[in-house]
C-alpha cells in the first residue's frame, strides 16, 4: 500500500468533506466517530457521498471508512450501509489479531453480497490504548487484508491520562514515545507499513514539518493528519523517500 499521507476527517463535521479531500493526501480516512442512533445514520450517509462515485473514478485518493471499535450490531450496520460503495479499506480501533480476524470474514460476506472481489477491501489497524499497543504482536498474520499498522496518540494519552497537547511530539510522556517504537517496530517486523498519529497541533505547521521528517527519518512509511495544511509537508517528506540517492 503505497501511501505517504493519510488524511481524517470526521464525517457530518460542519465544513464538510471535500474541503478535506482536495487537500492533495493519498488517502482519507472517513471517521464515523462514537456517534449512535441517528447521528451514526446521518454520519454514514455523509461518507457515502465521496464514496458514491465508485474505485475507478476516485483518482489518486484512497478512501478508508474509520469504524471504532469492533461492535456486532453498530459494525454490522456500518458495513451494510458503506460497502456497497466498495470502500477501498476499514479503518479499525484495535490491537487484537483477533478482531482483525473477526473484522475480515465479515467483509468477506459484505463483498460477496456488493459484487466485489474477495479480499479488495483492506485493514488498517489503529492503537487507541494501552491493552490495544500491548496487543500488537498478535496482529501478523491475523488476516491477509491487513494493510498496515497506525495509532492515535490523543486517544493513548487519554488512556493513560498523560498530556500531549502542550508540547511537540519530541517531548511526549515517555509511554506514547514507546508505544510509538513498538507499533513501529512490530509493523516493520511483520512487513507491513506502519503509519504514524496525526500531529495534535492544528495550527502548528512548522512542528508539523519536524514530526513528519523525523517520522520518515524513524522508518514510517507515512503520516496521519487531521489539519488539511499539514498534508504538504507530510508528502514532501515521504517523498524524499521514493527518491533515488545522488
Do not use: Y
Not at 79 to 101: E, H
Not at 166 to 176: Q, V
Amino acid at each position: 500500500m503505497s501511501i505517504r499521507s493519510l488524511i481524517v476527517v470526521t464525517c457530518g463535521r460542519p465544513d464538510g468533506v471535500a474541503a478535506v479531500l482536495a487537500a492533495g493526501a493519498d488517502a482519507c480516512v472517513l471517521d464515523l466517530g462514537t456517534e449512535s442512533g441517528g447521528a451514526r445514520n446521518a454520519a454514514r450517509a455523509a461518507a457515502a457521498e465521496p464514496l458514491a462515485c465508485g474505485r475507478a473514478d476516485r483518482a489518486a485518493t484512497r478512501l478508508f471508512v474509520g469504524i471504532g471499535r469492533l461492535d456486532a450490531g453498530k459494525t454490522d450496520a456500518d458495513l451494510a450501509a458503506l460497502m456497497g460503495f466498495a470502500p477501498d479499506g476499514i479503518v479499525l480501533a484495535t490491537g487484537s489479531g483477533r478482531d482483525v480476524a473477526a473484522l475480515g470474514a465479515r467483509l468477506a460476506v459484505h463483498e460477496a453480497l456488493a459484487g466485489l472481489p474477495d479480499g479488495s477491501t483492506r485493514i488498517l489497524a489503529a492503537a487507541h490504548t494501552a491493552a490495544d499497543i500491548l496487543a500488537l504482536p498478535s496482529l501478523p498474520g491475523a488476516s491477509g487484508r491487513l494493510a498496515g499498522l497506525t495509532w492515535d496518540v490523543g486517544a493513548l494519552a487519554a488512556d493513560l491520562r498523560v498530556d500531549v497537547f502542550g508540547t511537540g511530539s519530541a517531548d511526549w510522556p515517555s509511554p506514547c514515545r514507546h508505544a510509538r517504537d513498538r507499533l513501529l517496530i512490530t509493523a516493520t517486523a511483520a512487513g507491513l507499513p506502519a503509519f504514524d498519529t496525526a500531529e495534535p497541533h492544528f495550527a502548528d505547521r512548522g512542528g508539523a514539518e519536524c514530526a513528519a521528517r523525523a517520522a520518515a527519518r524513524d522508518g514510517f512509511s507515512g503520516k496521519l493528519a487531521v489539519d488539511p495544511a499539514h498534508v504538504p509537508a507530510i508528502n514532501t517528506a515521504f517523498g524524499r523517500l521514493a527518491q533515488p540517492p545522488d
